[in-house]
DNA sequence: CTCTTCACG
DNA sequence: ACGTACGTGAAGAGT
C-alpha cells in the first residue's frame, strides 16, 4: 500500500491553536484550573488532518529548547520576542499526553528545532516514495515542498489551511521552493529577529531572484551591476545574507534518532483517549469518540403533544421553553414545520401548529406572567403572528446572548452555537436535515421530534452560565434594555413592511431597458464586437488587449474593471463613459427594480425585510431579502427608486429623521476632546472648523469647499482608522500631505490621539474592545505576527466603539420611538432604520407632531458631553422626504 | 461557491 | 519594507 506520512510542526501548531482560541482562555479549562485551549484546538487539528490525509505513518516534531545551532550561530536569533505565555507552557505536557493516547509519534532533538526534524524525515520520505503532508503555522516550511511533499499552512483558526505544492508556492510568491531560502536570505525575517540586505525587501528581493536565481547568483554577478545604492547595500551585507540563508535554511540532514520505520500510525487507544478527555474535560470529544465506538447516542424522551393532552401543558406556571421550527431562513414565508414546548425535561413536540392556537398553548405563549426561554425572539414572534399569536415576555434568547457575548458566535444554528458553548447534545439542523437542494424536515417523527426535544433541552441548559457571564461582562443592562426590547420593535417594523409601488417600478424598468440596448450597441460599435459588458473578464479582455488601454489596477484574477479604474480611463477613449453609463443603469435595474419586485409580496403590496440582530461586528443592524438599508440615493438616476416607496394609506406621507454626524459626534464624547467638543457645543460645521484647524485659516470665509471636502476626509478617515495611504486615495493628494493632514489634525485635538493611541494598547491588553453600552467586540488579530492582519485589527479598535456607540445610540432612539408613538395614541408607524436614519408612514395631519416629536425622541436618546442634531424631512414618496 | 463590482451608512 | 481606510448585501459571471 501507498505510504502517506503526515509530520506537524507541534510547537508552531499549539501556539496557533492557542492564540485561535484565546478569546475562550477561561472557557477552556479544566477541573484542576488547568487552561485546555491550545490542547483543545491541537486535537481539532488532529482530527482534521488524519480524516484529509488517512495518514499510513505519522509524526509530531516539537522544538527542543530555546538554543540550538542556530542560536549559537547568531546570539539574537529569534530575540526580541514577547515570552511566551504560561497558559500556554502549561499545556504542552498535556498535548504530548493526548499524542500518546492517539498512536502518535513525536520527537525533538537537542539543538534543533521541529523544522529540521520535518525537514530531515520529509527527504528521507520523498526518496522512500511516501506522500508527506507537513502540518505547520509557519509559512516558512513552504521550502519543503516537491512533487510528492505538500506543506499545510493554518490560516484561520486551526482546521482552515492552504495547502502549498510547488506550483502553489510558485503562484503565490513568484519563486519556487528551493529559493525561499535565498529570498530569506535577501530579506532577512523581522520575527525570527535577523536581518538580511539593507533596503531589501520582498520586492527587490523577487527581481533579484528572477535574475541571477540564487544569492550565489546575485553574487557573482555583483560587481557587473550598474552602480546604485542597491549594490552597496548587497556588497556591504554580504556576510549577513549569507548568514541569513544559513538561518532560513531548514535541515535535511539533522542526526535524528527516528526514522521512518517508527512513524506506523494505527489509530487511537480509545480507553486512554477517552480518560485523557475526562480529565481534560471534552465533552465533545468524548461524545465523538463513543459514536465513533458505535455506542448509541443517548435517547431523548418527549411526549407528543395531541388535542387529547393539551391539558398537560398546565404543569408550566413559571417559565416555559419554545421553539418553533420553520424550515427557510424568511420567516415571513416559510412554512411552518413543527413546534416544541416544555420546561425542566418534560417536552412536548408537535408537527401541527394549528395546535399553537387552541388557548392551552396560546394563553401560555402570551402569557406575561410565564415567560419564554427561546432561540431568535424576532423569528419566533414573527413567525407565531402569521398564526394569530402574540409572544409575551420573553426572558432568554440565546442568539441574543450568545452574540452579545462574542459576536463572532453568530451562527443562525441552534446546534452550532450551543457547540460553540461546550454544549454536544445537540446536532446541527445540517446533519438532521440535510443540506443544500436534499435538506428536508424528517418524516420519521421519532427523528424529527428527537431533534426538537433536544433544542429546548440546548437553550434550557445553556441559559443559567450564559446569563451568569452576560452579567460579569457588565452586558445585562444592554441585553434587558437594549437587544431584547430592540427585537420586539424590529419585529414590529419587518411585519409592517414598506408598500412599493409596482407600476412605478415597472415603468422605470422599460425606460432603462431602452436605454442599455442603445448603450450597448454603441459600445459594441466602439469595441468592434459584441460581448458581455457585465463579464469583468470579458471587458478586461477587450479594454486592455484588444484596445491597449493603460493597466492601471489588477485584481486576482485579472484586470480591474472598477470605477476609480474606468475613471481614469475615461479620457483614452469614449467607450469607457459609455460603459460607467451602462453599469450604473444595468445595476438600477438588476438590483432595485427587477430585484425589488421579487420582493413585494403580492397579498399586501409591500416588502418585509428582515433585520439581522446578531450579524454585524460592531452592533449596527443589517437588511435582507429584500436589503433596505442600501436603497440609491447619492446619484440622482438611481434615488428616482425612492418614488416606489409609498405610504400604505391614502392621505398619508412619508417622514424620515436622520442624526447628523453622529459618528463624529460620538467621537467627540468618547475622546473628550475639548476642541471638538466646543466645536459641537457652539454648533459649527465640524468639517468647516476641522479645516480651519488643520489649515491654520483665520476666518470661516477662507473655507473654500475644496478645503472643507478636504477636511471632511479626514474626519472620515480619522473614525476608520487613519492611514496616509488610505487619506491620500480617497483625496486624491501625496502621502506625504496626507501625513502632514493627519499630524496637524491629531495636534489640533490631542484627545482623538491619545484615545487612538489607548484603544488600540486596551485592545491588546484585554483582546476585545467596547461600546457606550457595553457591547462587546473581540480582536484576536491584535495578536498577530502579520503586519496586515494587526493593523486591520487595530484600525478595528478604533472605529468599533464609534460605529457601535452610534448603533446603540439609534437602538435606543427607537425603543423610546415605538413606546412614544404608543402612549400618544399616534398612527404613525415606524417602519425602516437606516443606521442613522429613521423612516415613518404618517397620516398627513401627525406629520406636524412627528416633526417635534422625533427629534426630541432621538437626540435625548442618550446623554452625551456634546449635544446630538436630527434633521427631518418628509413628502408623499420616500424620494421626496429629502 | 467564490470573485468582482457597486449600492448604502 | 510592508499594504491599507470602517461596516454591510445583492447580482452576475465563471469556476
Do not use: C
Not at 115 to 122: F, H, P, S, V
Not at 416 to 433: F, K, N, R
Not at 492 to 521: N, P
Not at 749 to 756: E, F, Q, S
Request: charged letters at 25%; aromatic letters at 8%.
Amino acid at each position: 500500500m501507498a505510504k502517506k506520512l503526515l509530520l506537524i510542526d507541534g510547537n508552531s501548531v499549539a501556539f496557533r491553536a492557542f492564540f485561535a482560541l484565546h478569546n475562550q482562555l477561561e472557557r477552556f479549562t479544566n477541573a484542576d484550573g488547568l487552561h485546555t485551549n491550545a490542547i483543545y484546538g491541537f486535537n481539532t487539528m488532529l482530527d482534521h488532518m488524519i480524516k484529509a490525509v488517512e495518514p499510513t505513518d505519522m509524526l509530531v516534531a516539537f522544538d527542543a529548547g530555546k538554543t540550538t545551532f542556530r542560536t549559537k550561530m547568531f546570539d539574537d536569533y529569534k530575540g526580541g520576542r514577547a515570552k511566551t505565555p504560561g497558559e500556554f507552557s502549561e499545556q504542552m505536557p498535556y498535548i504530548k499526553q493526548l499524542l500518546d493516547a492517539y498512536g502518535i509519534q513525536h520527537y525533538e532533538l537537542k539543538d534543533f528545532e521541529a523544522d529540521d526534524i520535518i525537514g530531515t524525515l520529509a527527504g528521507q520520505a520523498d526518496a522512500a516514495g511516501y506522500t508527506t503532508t507537513v502540518v505547520t503555522g509557519d509559512r516558512d516550511l513552504t521550502q519543503l515542498t516537491t512533487d510528492h511533499t505538500t506543506v499545510a499552512v493554518t490560516v484561520k483558526g486551526v482546521s482552515e489551511v492552504e495547502r502549498y505544492t510547488p506550483e502553489h508556492v510558485q503562484e503565490k510568491l513568484g519563486i519556487t521552493p528551493k529559493q525561499i531560502i535565498d529570498m530569506k536570505g535577501l530579506t532577512g525575517d523581522t520575527s525570527d529577529n535577523y536581518p538580511g540586505v539593507t533596503k531589501v525587501g520582498e520586492k527587490t528581493a523577487l527581481k533579484l531572484l528572477k535574475e541571477y536565481g540564487s544569492i550565489e547568483g546575485v553574487y557573482e554577478n555583483v560587481d557587473a551591476m550598474k552602480k546604485s545604492k542597491m549594490k552597496e547595500h548587497l556588497i556591504e551585507d554580504h556576510d549577513l545574507a549569507t548568514r541569513a540563508k544559513v538561518l532560513a535554511t531548514i535541515k535535511r540532514d539533522a542526526p535524528i534518532t527516528v526514522g521512518l520505520a517508527d512513524l506506523a500510525y494505527a489509530g487511537p487507544d480509545v480507553d486512554k483517549l477517552a480518560e485523557f478527555y475526562t480529565e481534560m474535560d471534552f465533552q465533545s470529544f468524548l461524545k465523538k469518540l463513543h459514536v465513533q465506538s458505535d455506542e448509541p447516542e443517548k435517547p431523548i424522551e418527549f411526549t407528543v403533544l395531541t388535542s387529547a393532552n393539551l391539558d398537560e401543558l398546565a404543569q408550566f406556571s413559571d417559565h416555559v421553553d419554545f421553539y418553533l421550527e420553520m424550515p427557510t431562513p424568511n420567516y415571513h414565508t416559510s412554512a411552518f414545520a413543527g413546534f416544541a414546548i416544555g420546561a425542566d425535561g418534560k417536552w412536548f413536540i408537535s408537527r401541527d401548529v394549528e395546535l399553537l392556537m387552541k388557548p392551552a398553548v396560546s394563553d401560555l405563549l402570551s402569557s406575561t406572567s410565564i415567560t419564554k426561554d427561546v432561540f431568535d425572539m424576532k423569528r419566533t414572534m414573527v413567525g407565531l403572528n402569521r398564526l394569530g399569536i402574540q409572544l409575551g415576555t420573553v426572558d432568554f434568547d440565546l442568539l441574543l446572548v450568545s452574540y452579545l457575548l462574542d459576536t463572532n458566535d453568530n451562527s443562525n444554528d441552534l446546534g452550532s452555537l450551543a457547540e460553540q458553548h461546550g454544549y454536544s447534545d445537540l446536532p446541527s439542523d445540517e446533519v438532521v436535515y440535510g443540506k443544500g437542494v436534499k435538506r428536508a424536515i424528517p418524516d420519521d417523527d421519532q427523528v424529527f421530534f428527537s431533534h426538537l426535544a433536544r433544542k429546548l433541552a440546548a437553550i434550557a441548559a445553556l441559559k443559567p452560565e450564559l446569563l451568569k457571564k452576560l452579567t460579569a461582562n457588565e452586558q445585562a443592562p444592554l441585553y434587558d434594555d437594549i437587544e431584547k426590547p430592540m427585537a420586539i420593535v424590529l419585529a414590529q417594523m419587518e411585519m409592517a413592511g414598506i408598500t412599493v409601488d409596482s407600476g412605478t417600478l415597472k415603468a422605470m424598468g422599460s425606460q432603462f431597458k431602452e436605454r442599455l440596448s442603445e448603450i450597448e450597441q454603441t459600445i459594441y460599435q466602439e469595441a468592434g464586437e459584441e460581448f458581455n459588458i457585465n463579464s469583468p473578464k470579458q471587458l478586461g479582455h477587450i479594454l486592455f488587449e484588444e484596445m491597449k488601454l493603460p493597466v492601471i489596477k489588477k485584481t486576482k484574477t485579472g484586470y480591474s474593471t472598477a470605477v476609480d479604474v474606468l475613471e481614469k480611463l475615461a479620457p483614452e477613449a469614449p467607450i469607457v463613459a459609455n460603459i460607467l453609463q451602462y453599469r450604473q443603469i444595468s445595476k438600477i435595474n438588476s438590483t432595485y427594480v427587477v430585484g425589488l419586485l421579487d420582493a413585494i409580496h403580492s397579498s399586501d403590496q409591500k416588502v418585509h425585510t428582515r433585520y439581522l440582530q446578531t450579524l454585524t461586528q460592531t452592533g449596527r443592524l443589517s437588511s435582507v431579502d429584500p436589503n433596505l438599508q442600501n436603497i440609491p440615493v447619492r446619484l440622482e438616476e438611481g434615488r428616482k427608486i425612492r418614488k416606489a416607496f409609498i405610504p400604505s394609506h391614502d392621505g398619508w406621507q412619508i417622514f424620515s429623521s436622520d442624526y447628523s454626524q453622529i459618528e463624529l459626534r460620538v467621537l467627540a464624547h468618547i475622546t473628550g476632546d475639548a476642541n471638538m467638543q466646543e466645536a459641537f457645543k457652539e454648533g459649527d460645521d465640524i468639517h468647516a472648523a476641522t479645516a480651519m484647524r488643520i489649515f491654520n485659516l483665520k476666518s470661516p470665509e477662507d473655507v473654500t469647499p475644496n478645503i472643507r471636502r478636504q477636511a471632511k476626509a479626514v474626519n472620515f478617515g480619522i473614525v476608520y482608522g487613519i492611514s496616509d495611504y488610505g487619506l491620500s486615495q480617497n483625496i486624491g493628494i501625496t502621502r506625504k500631505q496626507a501625513k502632514s493632514f493627519i499630524d496637524s489634525y491629531f495636534r489640533e485635538y490631542p484627545g482623538v490621539k491619545a484615545y487612538m493611541e489607548n484603544i488600540v494598547k486596551t485592545a491588546h491588553e484585554q483582546g476585545y474592545v467596547e461600546t457606550i453600552s457595553h457591547r462587546r467586540r473581540y480582536l484576536p488579530d491584535i495578536h498577530s505576527k502579520s503586519f496586515n492582519q494587526r493593523s486591520f485589527a487595530e484600525r478595528t479598535a478604533m472605529n468599533t466603539p464609534i460605529q457601535g456607540s452610534a448603533a446603540d445610540i439609534i437602538k435606543i432612539a427607537m425603543i423610546k420611538m415605538q413606546d412614544r408613538l404608543k402612549a400618544e395614541g399616534l398612527k404613525a408607524t415606524m417602519l425602516l432604520q437606516v443606521h442613522d436614519e429613521l423612516i415613518f408612514e404618517a397620516p398627513k395631519e401627525e406629520i406636524p407632531v412627528l416633526e417635534k416629536l422625533v427629534p426630541s425622541v432621538m437626540d435625548s436618546a442618550v446623554k452625551l458631553d456634546v449635544p446630538l442634531k436630527v434633521e427631518s424631512h418628509f413628502g408623499d414618496t420616500w424620494y421626496d422626504a429629502k
